[in-house]
């Protein structure tokens, strides 16, 4: 007889549905498979609702919202991500950063619309990074992604044109937006040679430019004044384009840095990435981060000093100690080799890690602690001592906290709760 459960085991699913399994069992050949039990990282619906509808509340009706989901939705899971938006119709467009995560969140799609006997999701898709038009043409022919949903980005008049000869070439509509910088040095086509170009940008049949937009990097410097002049610049830019053209154009430059200090600027769409996953960008407190990564404590114990603690050397305690383990390490978090100083919250109380950080182990010492147990929750990032920005202030880190929080790996289960 055939195994019903054939399809449905997580392990033959794509990392990032796996969660629709978490509280499920299914039996195979003598063998209990489920989700993660040692280390997973939750992530709070409520908290991203809260912070899209904080997000709406900036901006004027009808402004369209463009969730980023590169780097793996910044930790957080490409496609559960992006079906959970889509299915709460949080977002009217998602954006990713390379050509593999199209195909990745392409694939996890089909998987599930397949599984569940109904269409795949249909929201837009923008590649707001950089692609070679051999890139495209292998993507379109290969029937990886629907070229009726996605949307490419154009960053050079010689990238323009050979997106637009291979469109004519094989009878294949393009959509693009074109990223647009002060300068032709910089990211983008420069305002100037847009504007003088800007005829033969919406004369091919088959390359359809539809959208504009921008990317200000003042705005992380945090200089108020620079990121204002800069913004009035896009802004007179803007204005010079044919009326015939701008009615065809989706544009946009307001990016999660820029939303809650310049709401006026938002034109016909926002690209919101931290903001949505509630990480701070001069929101003033009003978002609530939808992070939380977990492991359990499996086992207790007091260590004498003669006794190694791992394979590390020096890693001899002075002493006896009460030492916790559990299964997590840079395996699961890279983001745990660039501290300096690891805490672990365990019953409220914080805790340094009493050893390196291995691949799939941490050994914090609790000693003093009596209470804790195996099956204790262990938090390293979520919220008390192990925000992400304590955490920075701590290691005195120079990232930014959303680039940190990409380092998660799809090993590490994501429970959307």
């Not at 003042?218 to 913004?231: G, N, P, R």
Request: aromatic share 8%; charged share 25%; hydrophobic share 40%.
């Amino acid at each position: 007889m055939g195994n019903r459960y054939a399809n449905s085991y997580p392990d033959r699913l794509h990392p990032e549905v796996r969660y629709r399994h978490r509280k499920k069992c299914v039996y195979r050949e003598g063998l209990t498979q489920m989700s993660c039990k040692t280390a997973w990282a939750e992530i709070d619906t409520g908290a991203i609702r809260h912070n899209v509808s904080m997000v709406k509340q900036k901006l004027k009706a009808g402004t369209r919202i463009c969730a980023v989901l590169k780097g793996d939705a910044y930790g957080h899971g490409l496609a559960a991500m992006a079906r959970f938006l889509g299915s709460e119709g949080l977002a009217d467009m998602i954006a990713v950063g390379r050509p593999d995560e199209l195909v990745r969140l392409a694939e996890a799609e089909r998987a599930v619309a397949c599984r569940e006997g109904r269409k795949a999701d249909q929201t837009p898709v923008l590649l707001i990074g950089a692609v070679e038009a051999d890139e495209v043409e292998a993507l379109l022919l290969s029937g990886q992604i629907d070229p009726g949903r996605v949307i490419f980005s154009v960053f050079s008049m010689r990238q323009y044109q050979e997106l637009r000869r291979l469109a004519q070439r094989r009878g294949i509509r393009i959509s693009l937006h074109v990223r647009v910088d002060e300068w032709d040095s910089g990211m983008g086509i420069g305002y100037d040679t847009f504007l003088r170009h800007e005829k033969m940008f919406f004369s091919s049949e088959y390359a359809e430019v539809c959208g504009l937009y921008a990317h200000l990097y003042s705005s992380y410097f945090h200089d108020f004044e620079k990121t204002k002049k800069d913004l009035e610049d896009f802004d007179a830019f803007v204005r010079q384009i044919a009326p015939q053209y701008r009615d065809r154009l989706t544009i946009h430059v307001m990016n999660s840095a820029l939303l809650f200090d310049f709401p006026e600027y938002s034109y016909d769409m926002v690209r919101a990435g931290a903001a949505i996953y509630g990480l701070p960008c001069g929101d003033k407190g009003v978002l609530r981060e939808a992070m939380r990564i977990c492991a359990r404590v499996f086992c207790v114990k007091d260590v004498s000093g003669s006794v190694p603690l791992s394979y590390h050397p020096g890693s001899v305690l002075p002493g006896k100690r009460r030492i916790a383990r559990m299964m997590i390490g840079y395996g699961d978090c890279p983001l745990l080799l660039t501290q300096k100083d690891v805490s672990v919250e365990i019953r409220g109380k914080s805790f340094r890690l009493a050893d390196d950080v291995c691949m799939d182990n941490l050994c914090v010492d609790v000693s003093g602690c009596d209470e804790i147990t195996p099956g204790d929750i262990a938090v390293l990032l979520g919220k008390g001592n192990v925000t992400p920005e304590k955490i920075m202030k701590r290691n005195e880190m120079a990232y930014v906290h959303s680039d940190w929080l990409c380092m998660t790996t799809e090993r590490l289960e994501k429970r959307f709760v």
